[in-house]
T-cell receptor, first 114, second 113 residues
Framework: AQSVSQHNHHVILSEAASLELGCNYS??????LFWYVQYPGQHLQLLLKYFSGDPLVKGIKGFEAEFIKSKFSFNLRKPSVQWSDTAEYFC????????????FGSGTRLSIRP | DAGVIQSPRHEVTEMGQEVTLRCKPISGHDYLFWYRQTMMRGLELLIYFNNNVPIDDSGMPEDRFSAKMPNASFSTLKIQPSEPRDSAVYFC???????????FGQGTRLTVV
């Protein structure tokens, strides 16, 4: 069955700390992978995406994610977080070969202590 | 394009009343999704359409919920009768082509009192 798992429900960090949020997926065939961010009171916005090519993907605001096919993972990273990164982060997967529904993970809430 | 447009942004209604949420997807997108987000359950996929046809409604919680997509530019999610536990933020999203990137609307915050 198709699924996306996010291991951390709530992560609390201090400013300038490094961040890594885990994401594993189970999806038949070649996948597109996404990270979305939802700032408090706002809608989900695309942070970065992987379709093919370089497995290290760089997104907005200094975020990056690495696609590791052998581990079915697409972890999100940022070397130094800021208070403004406080948000909920969602990993998602969809089929590469055809448009279809996108499977979202349960989300990870990130709280940054100023 | 103005993006995915949802209306209303906020809705407060009394228990037992009918509620209709509206969504206009991005022009040219052939997939439309309705999600519900609550603190307890997180982000839940309720139903999605492809080319105006409902493909999977297994996430619709009860028969009180129904969704339609009469044409490519409009969809509705109806709750009848509404109950306090339906209070949530309802998001509509659309995607198109083979890239599957979903674009979300601003959401409708529904409060049933």
């Amino acid at each position: 069955a198709q699924s996306v798992s996010q291991h951390n429900h709530h992560v609390i960090l201090s400013e300038a700390a490094s961040l890594e949020l885990g994401c594993n997926y189970s999806y038949g065939g070649t996948v597109n992978l996404f990270w979305y961010v939802q700032y408090p009171g706002q809608h989900l916005q695309l942070l970065l995406k992987y379709f093919s090519g370089d497995p290290l993907v760089k997104g907005i605001k200094g975020f990056e994610a690495e696609f590791i096919k052998s581990k079915f993972s697409f972890n999100l990273r940022k070397p130094s977080v800021q208070w403004s990164d406080t948000a909920e982060y969602f990993c998602a997967a969809g089929s590469y070969s055809s448009a279809s529904k996108i499977i979202f993970g349960s989300g990870t809430r990130l709280s940054i202590r100023p | 394009d103005a993006g995915v447009i949802q209306s209303p942004r906020h809705e407060v209604t009394e228990m037992g009343q009918e509620v209709t949420l509206r969504c206009k997807p991005i022009s040219g997108h052939d997939y439309l999704f309705w999600y519900r987000q609550t603190m307890m359950r997180g982000l839940e996929l309720l139903i999605y359409f492809n080319n105006n046809v409902p493909i999977d409604d297994s996430g619709m919680p009860e028969d009180r919920f129904s969704a339609k997509m009469p044409n490519a530019s409009f969809s509705t999610l109806k709750i009848q009768p509404s109950e306090p536990r339906d209070s949530a933020v309802y998001f509509c999203a659309s995607s198109g082509g083979t890239r599957n990137e979903a674009f979300f609307g601003q959401g409708t915050r529904l409060t049933v009192v």
